[in-house]
């Protein structure tokens, strides 16, 4: 553990970007390639209950501008997604792990068990609120890994209606947006990585 | 975007660890540089809204595991952080600033304003622990990505009894375990990476 790999100089460097470049754009296979990394992240159960809405229209910038505290960098980052959790759908489960299944690795009694123990484990509203929140978070921070990986900035906001935004950008029942992510090309004058506490404060051993 | 940075290869190589080998450990200080890497993820405000308790010794590890569905990777990994968030204190985030308003980078005006902002953002309960399962979440990612790139597996585990973990350990009362995450060396006949959902079914565009 004494050599760097260069995934911990990115983790080292990395800086929330409130100024991105307006002119800069993406090109949809761009975006697509940043989802599909994103999308490598874990879910409990392989669920996969995630979905990313890639807003990068002027037209549609403006639209979650205006339900997201008018901040200046959703319409001038090259896309804004807004990253959601969908609510866990045991139903689903059996569709997502059947790949696996027919692949050989898992056997199909195992996949029933764990439909059976996501029902359970998912049966209280709060819960399932939960897991759409945590599994949004684990893709949006890979998607910001993945962004930086590719030379790009990015900035994590939670300061938006999110009313507003299901309503706007059409969001099914079960779609939580849990955050917002631009992505795009640094402008000059974002600030450092901000200070964090010292470690004492946040790490205990047992 | 046509090289292939290393951290996207890890992103896109990374398992869900089922097995471990039971006898490596790991020192006190590579799990103080885990954390403190796991720390550089962002969070709203800077918040740094989260705890990671390193469950490392077999007593500590046996009695996570009582808690955690018996799940045998609890106690064969090196490590199993227990990472919490904590329920948003806006309070506390003009300690959280002053560094960097010392700094010269933040006005102290402008600390003011994101603690006002986090009052009103932070003022229903759901809000508070949205955020907490967020920031966590965000950590648990990146720790998983610095474990990695160290040459260690992970797994992240959400099936356990969250007010078993908290008794058994003492959280404080705004500590929201949010996941469980085991590091450690990779042991044989781990299953590859889960596949994932066609791109069309998570990804849009606006």
Chains 1, 2 share one sequence.
């Not at 995934?7 to 970007?17: F, G």
């Not at 008018?70 to 319409?75: R, S």
């Not at 935004?165 to 939580?176: K, M, P, S, T």
């Amino acid at each position: 553990m004494t050599t760097t790999h260069p995934a911990l100089t990115l983790i080292e460097q990395r800086i929330s970007a409130n100024r991105f470049d307006a002119t800069h754009t993406l090109a949809d296979a761009e975006i697509e390639r940043l989802v599909r990394l994103a999308a490598r992240a874990p879910t409990a159960y392989n669920l996969q209950n995630w979905r990313f809405i890639a807003v990068r229209t002027p037209a549609a910038k403006a639209r979650l501008r205006a339900v997201a505290q008018d901040q200046a960098k959703v319409a001038e980052a090259a896309v804004c997604f807004i990253v959601c959790g969908v609510l866990a759908d045991p139903q689903a489960l059996a569709g997502r792990l059947q790949p696996f299944v027919e692949a050989g690795h898992m056997p199909a009694e195992m996949a029933q068990g764990w439909q059976q123990a996501a029902r359970l484990q998912y049966a209280t509203p709060q819960a399932a609120r939960d897991e759409a929140v945590r599994s949004a978070a684990l893709g949006a921070m890979t998607l910001m890994h993945a962004a930086q990986a590719l030379g790009l900035a990015s900035c994590a906001l939670t300061g938006f209606d999110a009313d507003g935004v299901a309503r706007e950008f059409q969001l099914a029942r079960d779609g939580v947006p849990v955050m917002l992510v631009t992505v795009g090309r640094a402008a000059p004058g974002n600030w450092p990585q901000k200070p964090r506490r010292p470690l004492a404060q946040v790490l205990e051993f047992a």
